[in-house]
């Protein structure tokens, strides 16, 4: 006998039947459309189980049946789909001074969004504000009930129990998220949630197009108010210990440099985040920020298109500035992919250049030659597309059992 350790797995016919309904359901979700008989070559099992798992999927309205031509066969088979339409789910960000909403069904498609400035910064007003935009998307589109909601916000948060330990942006600060939003509403049947970085990684990895693909290990870079990073490691996001890997926005770039908003001096946020674009963008226009009528990095990108050199400038600092951080993890997670998320991606012809000169500035052996530097591929916002994909995860961790 081998001294190889052997994985066994034990338990009933049920548990087993639910194993592989778990694996028969994702690789429909992966590969659809797809036959019965594909789904039995691929998973290897009896012809007769995918048959009675199909059909109960069926009966569940999980999957949709529907024939599609194929010039190799003699006989079109019946290909299987999800039923993307039949369940949804909640998407919900809260970020600095904005509240987005989101509807979205399992197969990852925005059916509806919306958003709104709070009037003011409170957790209350946060968790109300949102939960009265997802209700009025649902009331237009005819939907009565959700898989559950998903929330994400840019701070320290404990996917657990929604409990915040800090979101230095919005100013919170041990706030207990998940008691807030089923107080509003106690019918709500899951909720999900997890810091913005982290939850755009989540969602590049399951519905990233392009490049991304061919990659099991990167670091979504959210540059936002704020600056985050998730980290993917095997397909995997990686938590820590306190739901604090990958705060690299507060990793100093230079020491003594600019204070930063977590108390610090010199963190990569307070040169590259958009905060900071904006900052240095109206020091070179001289010009006073004014709080009533704010210029957003979206101004600033837009000035730069119709060829503002101060507002070309500012930009091309920050991508050379994101460059400088990205050296950073490069050097401590040597991933095969670095991907940059945000607003600034409108600016992807201006920053990418820079992005390299500033990873040259910070060379390490050739590394950074051999890391990809990609824009996210996602169409929508990948912190909203990521508190989505909390709950569709779950919605599909129900059946998937990764041995």
């Known amino acids: 006998m081998s001294d190889k350790k052997q994985k066994i797995i034990g338990g009933n016919a049920k548990l087993v039947r639910n194993i592989n309904r778990a694996a028969i359901l994702n690789l429909i979700r992966e590969k659809q459309p ?80 919306t958003e709104c400035v709070p009037e003011n910064n409170s957790p209350n007003e946060y968790v109300q504000k949102g939960l009265e935009l997802l209700n009025d998307l649902m009331r237009k589109l005819r939907i009565s009930d959700l898989e559950g909601i998903g929330v994400t916000i840019a701070g320290l948060i404990d996917p657990e129990d929604g409990h915040v330990l800090v979101a230095p942006n919005l100013g919170w600060k041990d706030i207990k998220l998940s008691e807030l939003f089923l107080s509003v509403d106690p019918s709500i049947k899951l909720l999900r949630f997890y810091n913005d970085a982290k939850a755009s990684a ?28 998730g980290v993917v490691i095997n397909r995997k996001v990686v938590e820590g210990a306190s739901h604090a890997s990958g705060e690299f926005g507060h990793i100093p770039i ?19 985040s958009d905060r900071a674009t904006v900052k240095r963008y109206l020091a070179l226009k001289q010009l006073t920020p004014n709080d009533d009528q704010p210029i957003l990095v979206k101004d600033v990108i837009k000035a730069a298109q119709a060829g503002d050199e101060e507002a070309i400038q500012a930009l091309r600092k920050t991508g050379e500035y994101l460059g400088i951080g ?78």
């Open 34 to 113: 797809i036959s019965r008989v594909d789904i039995a070559r691929i998973t290897k099992l009896n012809k007769s189980t995918v048959s009675s798992i199909v059909a109960e999927l069926l009966d569940g309205d999980y999957l949709i049946e529907e024939l599609v031509p194929d010039s190799k066969v003699g006989r079109n088979p019946l290909q299987l789909r999800l039923n993307v339409s039949r369940f949804h789910v909640g998407a919900i960000n809260f970020d600095t001074k904005i509240i987005r909403v989101a509807l979205m069904n399992i197969g990852g498609a925005v059916v509806a969004k």
């Open 202 to 229: 989540l969602a590049e990895l399951w519905y990233g197009t392009g490049p991304i693909k061919n990659y099991s290990n990167f670091v979504f870079v959210s540059v936002g108010a704020g600056l985050g990073t």
């Open 254 to 272: 230079y020491e003594q440099g600019i204070d930063c908003i977590c108390g610090n001096s010199g963190c990569w946020e307070a040169y590259a």
């Open 326 to 403: 990205i050296s950073i993890i490069v050097r401590a997670l040597d991933p095969q992919a670095i991907v940059i998320g945000g607003h600034i991606l409108q600016a992807w012809d201006l920053i990418y250049d820079q992005i390299l000169k500033g990873l040259e500035e910070r060379s390490f052996f050739g590394l950074e030659k051999r890391t990809k530097i990609l824009p996210s591929s996602l169409k929508e916002r990948p912190r909203l597309i990521g508190a989505a994909t909390l709950v569709i995860e779950h919605f599909f961790s129900d059946y998937k059992i990764t041995l």
